[in-house]
Structures are given as C-alpha cells and as structure tokens.
C-alpha cells in the first residue's frame, strides 16, 4: 500500500524559508506514471495546488507561486521536497503531498499525505 | 480556469439523492475529478474523468458531464458521507479546485 509522510518544521518566522519532505513508501518514486505535488489548505479554505515534479525533475509550478517555490525530487531516498521562501502569513495552511496519476484523468491525484500544518507566525 | 460549484452547502438526511453541480470557466472536456475531504483530514479521490469511479469508491457516486457543466450524484446518502466535496479541473496545471459543497445531516 502506497503511502506518502510530510516532514519538516510546523512554525516558521515570516520572511524565512519553509521546507518540507515528502517520504514515498510502498512503491517507487520513479515510475513513469505518476508525477508528485504538492497541495496546501489555509485553515477553513479551499485547496490549492502548489507545484508538481516529475521523477526526471521536470517541474510545474502554480503561476502564483512561482517566484518562491523550488520542487526537488531524490529517487535515491524515494522523496521529494518543498521549498517556499519569503513566507507571510498568508502561507498558513495545511500542506499535502500527493500522488498525480497519469492514469487517471489525466493527473487525478490519488494517494495523499495526511497533511501537516504549517504556521507562519513570529 | 475558474470553477464554481453550487450548492456552497447543504443540508440532506440518510437515503436522499443528492446532486452537486461543478461549472468550469471554459471548456475542460472530461478532465475532472471530485474529491472528498472530511475534517482534519486529506482529500479522498472519488471520481476522475467526469464520470470514471475510483477504486473502492461505493457505487451510489456518479458523476456526468463535459465542457463546462459537471454533475456529482449520491444515490442514496449513508452516514459516512456527509463531508466537505470538492471538483478539480485537471485541464491545465495548476489544476483549479471548485469552493466546496459542505454536505450535512439534516
């Protein structure tokens, strides 16, 4: 069974760097099916996709987000990574990772992290 | 893509059928899926390609629809699906989610 686990720090100061991991298990990060994103949820709101990256490292990135977001991928350690920087507090949310299925119309987004908060705040 | 769902909410009890409508901005053809989400937890796949079931999804779901006019059906509603439903176009990255409908228990 697949399963994919955040890690990283809940609080970060405003202005600095949040960096989270997502740790893949049960399968392989490096199938050619599937691409891998990252989704966040500010508290009460909506969903919004953050960016997604390819195990050859080819990334797409939310045109909103764009000039903070780094996306990498190690298939040596079957995890992928966030980086968003100059954060405020308007980047308070629950972030996801995820699982985009090539498969499944055309990119649903099948398997999910349990999602980690992440607060922005001094 | 903007996508708009109506209704934002609503109130059902056990073995209505219930219909969520998902309009998308432009034309998505049939790239679209709906999702679940109940508190504190992640979204759930449901439905992908309009009207495609997910695996181990019950068959009281269904969805329809292409273009711009979609449609999420629960047949007769069980207790364990009153939750938070969410449509996501997959049209073009970054893959628009809809508001919401929040399902509640009459």
């Known amino acids: 069974q697949l399963q994919l686990q955040e890690s990283g720090p809940g609080l970060v100061k405003p202005s600095e760097t949040l960096s989270l991991t997502c740790t893949v298990s049960g399968g392989s990060i490096s199938s050619s099916t599937y691409y891998w994103g990252w989704i966040r949820q500010p508290p009460g709101k909506g969903l919004e996709c953050i960016g997604k990256?390819?195990?050859?490292?080819?990334?797409y990135y939310n045109p909103s987000l764009e000039s903070r977001v780094t996306i990498s991928v190690d298939t040596s350690k079957n995890h992928f990574s966030l980086r968003l920087s100059s954060v405020t507090a308007a980047d308070t949310a629950v972030y996801y990772c995820?699982?985009?299925?090539?498969?499944?119309?055309?990119?649903?987004?099948?398997?999910w992290g349990q999602g980690t908060l992440i607060t922005v705040s001094s | 893509i903007q996508l708009t769902q109506s209704p934002s909410s609503l109130s059902a009890s056990v073995g209505d059928r219930v219909t969520i409508t998902c309009r998308a901005s432009e034309g998505i053809s049939s790239y679209l899926a709906w999702y679940q989400q109940k508190p504190g937890k992640a979204p759930k796949l449901l439905i992908y390609t309009a009207s495609t079931l997910q695996g181990g999804v019950p068959s009281r779901f269904s969805g329809s629809g292409s273009g711009t006019d979609f449609t999420l059906t629960i047949s007769s509603l069980q207790p364990e699906d009153f939750a938070t439903y969410y449509c996501?176009?997959?049209?073009?990255?970054?893959?628009?989610f809809g508001p919401g409908t929040k399902l509640e228990i009459k």
């Open positions: 995820a699982r985009h299925n090539r498969g499944a119309g055309p990119s649903a987004l099948d398997y």
């Open positions: 996501q176009e997959l049209n073009n990255y970054p893959y628009t």
């Open positions: 990256i390819y195990y050859s490292g080819i990334t």
